[in-house]
């Protein structure tokens, strides 16, 4: 039968929106997808989230690893995520801003040739770089572009707070993702969060999210105030996705003396695993999401969660004693997230915090100033002009202006 291009395309929208029902009826036949909290089909403890089987360990896409450069170092990426798949994970997670964009159209590039239902493909909605209704329907078209996917298994209005609410809800962002949702282009609908606990409130008023993605570690439990935003999530019955577990890779090398109290209560455990073990004893985190870059934090990864095994309470007394020893010595809470980035100045800021606190880490003056010396002279602490513009996307709310101040005091004093 011939069919017009009009019918060809009417028939093409057709199957796309039809394409998640037809996951679902996949996953239905799947014996093991019926029970909650048992492996689905590869080594990976699986939990539910949102009514779907996916892989407690997600494969969080904001720090790909880089090639000289500066781009995505794609075959190495690639390499990753191939063996991710291969280990049972399928869950993918993006946003429009991560690599300037590279990230979703690296990722777009790998998934495409695999099967649409095999994978989970998670992207978000920056509401700050969409600014107006018209910029939703851009931002959302260049994501479904870039990534290729047609749908989008889920999707997070990003990094919401009072301030993002605030705009989302002018700019009528939850309308425009239900349409979307209606159309079969969103199949599960939830946030991203960085704020107080109170700012959640008038958003869980809003609508019956699926689920929410937080900034949950054992640092931040109570210094972050976590641990009331994940009490809030779970008495709603939502479920809970997890950012930062490892607080942008801070836990993972914390300083000597607490990574000391760690490997003498188990020497063949790494200092990231405990972080994961600790965040997944929380029932209602069903999704831990990770940036892995490199091979090795992968099959570190895979190992921790290939199954997650339950902390015991003197596992519990070693973390208490870590987390003192390591608070101790911390200098900046940054995660190098880059919300901050670019500053008009072109100060390098992300990278001036990570010099600085493996300075406080390891005391190590030396190299610290020789690294900071690599830094050009117009991108230091110093040439900050106090704009203020950083602090308004800092998910941490770190005073960045100050903490630059005494950085430029220490590190670029006359001798
Ligand atoms: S306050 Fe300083 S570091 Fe922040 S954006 Fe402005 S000039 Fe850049
Ligand atoms: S200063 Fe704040 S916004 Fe910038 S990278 Fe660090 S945590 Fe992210």
Same mark, same amino acid.
């Given at each position: 039968m011939n069919m017009t291009r009009r019918e060809f395309l009417k028939s093409a929208a057709l199957l796309a929106a039809l394409a998640p029902f037809a996951r679902l009826r996949a996953q239905d036949a799947a014996p093991a997808a019926a029970t909650d909290e048992k492996p689905a089909a590869g080594p990976l403890d699986r939990r539910t989230m949102a009514g779907e089987s996916v892989p407690l360990l997600g494969y969080g896409c904001m720090r790909l690893p880089r090639g000289g450069n500066g781009k995505i170092d794609r075959p190495l990426a690639n390499r990753l995520w191939s063996?991710?798949?291969?280990?049972?994970?399928?869950?993918? #997670?993006? %946003?429009? /801003?991560?690599?300037?964009?590279?990230?979703?159209? $690296?990722?777009?590039?790998?998934?495409?040739?695999?099967?649409?239902?095999?994978?989970?493909?998670?992207?978000?909605?920056?509401?700050?770089?969409?600014?107006?209704?018209?910029?939703?329907?851009?931002?959302?078209?260049?994501?479904?572009?870039?990534?290729?996917?047609?749908?989008?298994?889920?999707?997070?209005?990003?990094?919401?707070?009072?301030?993002?609410w605030d705009l989302a809800k002018k700019i009528h962002a939850l309308e425009f993702l239900l349409e979307k949702k209606k159309e079969g282009r969103i199949r599960h609908l939830g946030f991203s969060f960085h704020d107080a606990p109170e700012a959640l409130d008038p958003i869980l008023e809003a609508y019956d999210w699926e689920f929410a993605m937080i900034q949950l570690n054992y640092q931040d439990w109570t210094r972050y105030r976590s641990k009331e935003q994940y009490e809030k999530l779970v008495a709603k019955g939502i #479920?809970? %996705?997890? /950012?930062?577990?490892?607080?942008?890779?801070?836990? $993972?090398?914390?300083?000597?003396?607490?990574?000391?109290i760690l490997r003498e209560a188990d020497p063949d455990a790494s200092t990231a695993s405990w972080a994961f073990r600790w965040v997944a004893s929380l029932p209602g985190v069903k999704l831990v999401n990770s940036g892995m870059s490199r091979e090795s934090d992968l099959e570190d990864n895979l190992k921790t969660f290939s199954p997650v095994r339950e902390l015991s309470e003197a596992d519990r007394a070693a973390i208490a004693a870590a987390l003192a020893a390591f608070q101790k010595g911390q200098a900046v809470p940054c995660t190098a997230c880059r919300y901050c980035m670019p500053c008009p100045v072109g100060v390098s800021i992300p990278d001036i915090f990570h010099l600085w606190n493996v300075f406080k880490a390891d005391g190590d003056r030396d190299r610290f100033l020789a690294r900071y010396a690599k830094i050009p002279e117009k991108s230091r602490?110093?040439?900050?002009?106090?704009?203020?513009?950083?602090?308004?996307?800092?998910?941490?709310?770190i005073a960045v202006p100050d903490e630059l101040a005494k950085i430029a005091a220490y590190a670029e004093a006359p001798a």
């Open positions: 063996r991710y798949l291969e280990a049972g994970g399928n869950y993918f #997670d993006t %946003a429009y /801003m991560y690599h300037d964009g590279e990230s979703e159209a $690296a990722l777009g590039e790998f998934l495409s040739k695999r099967p649409r239902s095999s994978y989970f493909l998670t992207d978000k909605m920056p509401v700050w770089m969409a600014r107006t209704e018209e910029g939703l329907k851009r931002v959302f078209a260049e994501q479904l572009e870039r990534t290729k996917a047609e749908y989008f298994d889920f999707y997070l209005v990003h990094s919401l707070g009072w301030g993002n #479920d809970v %996705a997890v /950012m930062e577990p490892l607080r942008g890779g801070a836990l $993972a090398r914390l300083n000597p003396t607490a990574a000391a602490a110093s040439a900050c002009v106090r704009c203020m513009q950083c602090t308004k996307h800092c998910p941490q709310h």
